[in-house]
């Protein structure tokens, strides 16, 4: 995983973790970036230091930043997960079939790109959401 600093055109700075330096640029590529402020999907990356361990020791991961933590907790009262049935659920409430409501979950690369394809508004969240079980 890699962190990087972005930055969309109209100048909002925000971090967001990727799997790889091809995955950013991939998503870029499809529009399926998007700014945490605005919604601008032209993004690019800012300059940034490298975060480089000089130990060996093994150590802990970094805490979430509190913005980070406040904006999983909101997203997580205010929106229903869905899990892997997100695409179903996104497409259904583009089109009318079901009542529109905040919701979250999963997709794939290929559904996402679908769904962004197809006009239906999605944005990839900047951390892992806590599993929903019931």
Sequence with gaps: MIRFTLKCDQDHAFES???SGAAFDKLVAANMLACTSCGSTNVSKSIMAPAVS???EVTAPRPQQPD??????KVEETSDYVGDAFPAEARAMHDGTK???PIYGQANLAEAKKL????IPVMPLP???TKKTN
Excluded at 68 to 73: I, P
Excluded at 116 to 119: C, E, H, M, N
Aim: glycine share 4%; aromatic share 14%; proline share 9%.
């Design 68 to 73: 980070l933590q406040d904006l999983r907790k």
């Design 127 to 129: 951390f892992i959401p």
């Design 17 to 19: 973790w990727f799997q």
């Design 99 to 101: 009542p529109e409501r």
């Design 116 to 119: 962004v394809d197809d006009g």
């Design 54 to 56: 000089t130990s060996t």
